[in-house]
């Protein structure tokens, strides 16, 4: 078995030079591999292994399941069905927001308020049809890994201490390496860790006008902003970081954020360190509570995980098509 490449830590890449300080650029076969790339073929066949009962679940919600949901400005799509004679049927959308429900966001998603689009891509490139740091990338050569399945959710109930959704619940680096002791978890690089909150199935339980009035709140459980959660997620080697909740981090940003200057329109956001500086891509919105449930019954935390974005040549994000096997 060959051994996984080995990269820079994240202290390492912050003494990096000039604009390359913090940023993993110039360290994959391409600006658009991006962590991904962690995945080798032995990752992959380690994978295969953890296959045991053949049992699938398909972890995207409807397009249109988060309408009205914590966006603003992304609305439910419209289905069309046509027929061109009585024995044909065609359909379309029209308002199809990629990134409206279960999505990975990809490197167009966030440019740095410090250094720009991951890899030094000008803001000009990022235009529809071009094909720099576009989510067909994933596409050509989709995600598949093992997939590590983080219940907090599971183990602050068990802690007596359930996470409260309505008040936008901030899940600590803390709270997280807990977590992942309490499930015994070790991680290997090119793993893809999915955080089960039960976000998503709470604020979908919420009738339209309480989801409204969540949406107006502007507070969304999620992890909080820290230096410690990005060293963490780029040490251990993650291809892939999603979660079951709106933006993967909390919202509104903790008012201590340590990324409240470098990332001013983001008000602190980690987005920018993830996507524009590191090249990882982030889960959102993600159907976890029915893989949570059965590997709870099963004792165990990992899968054969399958990321499929669509094929959107240039596309900032997609429906994450992800199916996890156990």
Excluded at 27 to 42: Q, R
Excluded at 75 to 91: K, L, Q, T
Excluded at 152 to 167: K, N, R, T, W
Aim: charged residues 25%.
């Amino acid at each position: 078995m060959t051994q996984p490449r080995s990269y820079p830590t994240r202290a390492e890449l912050k003494r990096r030079p000039g604009r390359l300080a913090g940023t993993s650029w110039e360290l994959f076969t391409s600006p658009s591999a991006g962590t991904p790339e962690k995945i080798d073929d032995t990752t992959r066949q380690r994978a295969v292994a953890t296959v045991r009962r053949g049992e699938s679940f398909g972890l995207d919600y409807s397009i249109d399941a988060f309408a009205p949901g914590m966006s603003k400005t992304r609305e439910a799509p419209r289905h069309h069905i046509f027929g061109n004679h009585p024995a044909h049927r065609d359909d379309y959308l029209d308002g199809f927001y990629l990134q409206g429900s279960t999505q990975l966001d990809g490197l167009r998603h966030r440019r740095s308020d410090e250094v720009g689009f991951y890899g030094g891509v000008a803001d000009e490139v990022i235009i529809p049809g071009t094909t720099e740091l576009g989510i067909q990338h994933w596409a050509d050569q989709p995600i598949v890994t093992r997939g590590v399945l983080l219940d907090v959710s599971g183990f602050a109930d068990a802690q007596g201490q359930p996470l409260d959704h309505e008040a936008g619940a901030q899940i600590s680096f803390d709270l997280l390496q807990d977590t992942l002791r309490w499930q015994n978890i070790t991680l290997d690089q090119g793993d893809t860790v999915m955080v089960h909150t039960g976000w998503s199935e709470w604020f979908l339980s919420l009738s339209p006008g309480q989801k409204s009035r969540q949406r107006d709140s502007g507070k969304a459980t999620g992890l909080t902003q820290s230096e410690e959660l990005l060293d963490w997620a780029w040490d251990s080697g993650l291809s892939v970081l999603a979660a079951d909740n709106f933006a993967v981090e909390c919202l509104p940003p903790v008012a201590d954020s340590p990324f409240a200057s470098s990332a001013p329109n983001d008000r602190g956001m980690m987005h920018q360190e993830f996507l524009a500086k590191l090249g990882l891509p982030l889960g959102e919105l993600w159907r976890l509570g029915p893989l949570a449930r059965r590997m709870k019954e099963l004792k165990r935390s990992d899968c054969l995980l399958v990321i499929k974005p669509l094929n959107v040549v240039g596309g900032t994000g997609s429906p994450a098509n992800a199916t996890a096997i156990l």
